[in-house]
DNA sequence: CACCCGATTATCT
DNA sequence: GATAATCGGGTGT
């Protein structure tokens, strides 16, 4: 399976969040192979109120201004790590494509000993649930995603235009108007 | 240094 | 459906 090269991310944020659909996620621990399809993603862009970068670059969001392909990856509630791709076209300073929801294709097993007692299906439904799963944490913020390494995406399914709904993003207080979140039509393992 | 808040989840009822 | 848990970063004193 190919790599996600930087001519897939090189595009407006919106569009991005949409071609993630049906991609999949790799992550590899001690040599074992973690695999998850994309399923779920939200858009973030640099003029949103509803993002990190909206206020400028910080120490805790850089990763959000640098090169597309990379991961910006955060802490929040106290609890929770949440991932995100970098993506925007060269002349926009910021943006990011939240990844919400996977389903899981292989490496279950490990997954399930990162989220013990969980059902197949509670675990990669959330944004905070999938970073779990996969061992993604503040270790990763930043790092290439278009080079074979602990994390990467790869070509997967292109999931057709009719097959997407579009509906207002999850947990933001600002810009609830817009509908920047994606999902794979009838997929059981989207959130909520 | 105190205060506030958040791109969430688990665990109740 | 409601709420507690939990903590790093931002903001202001």
Redesign the pocket.
């Known amino acids: 399976m190919k790599i996600l090269q930087k001519s897939f991310y090189n595009h407006p944020t919106v569009q991005v969040a949409k071609d993630l659909l049906g991609k999949n996620l790799v992550r590899e621990i001690e040599g074992k192979l973690l695999i998850g399809k994309i399923v779920e993603t939200?858009a973030?862009t640099h003029d949103d109120p509803?993002?990190?970068?909206y206020?400028g670059e910080?120490?805790?969001?850089k990763s959000?201004f640098g090169p597309v392909g990379h991961a910006?990856v955060?802490?929040?509630?106290?609890?929770?790590f949440?991932f995100?791709v970098v993506a925007k076209v060269p002349n926009v300073s910021a943006g990011?494509?939240?990844i919400?929801a996977l389903e899981p294709i292989e490496g279950i097993e490990i997954m399930q000993e990162l989220?013990p007692g969980?059902k197949i299906k509670?675990l990669t439904?959330?944004?905070?649930?999938?970073t779990?799963a996969f061992a993604i944490t503040k270790e990763l913020n930043g790092i290439d995603l278009m080079q074979k390494g602990p994390l990467y995406l790869t070509e997967g399914e292109v999931i057709p235009e009719e097959n997407i709904v579009a509906t207002k993003?999850?947990?933001?207080?600002?810009a609830q108007d817009k509908l920047w979140r994606f999902c794979i039509e009838e997929n059981q393992f989207v959130?909520r």
């Open positions: 939200e973030y509803a993002s990190h970068a206020k910080r120490n805790a969001n959000l910006y955060y802490f929040t509630y106290g609890n929770h949440c995100n990011g494509v939240l919400r989220r969980k509670d439904n959330g944004p905070g649930k999938l779990q993003r999850i947990g933001i207080s600002r959130s």
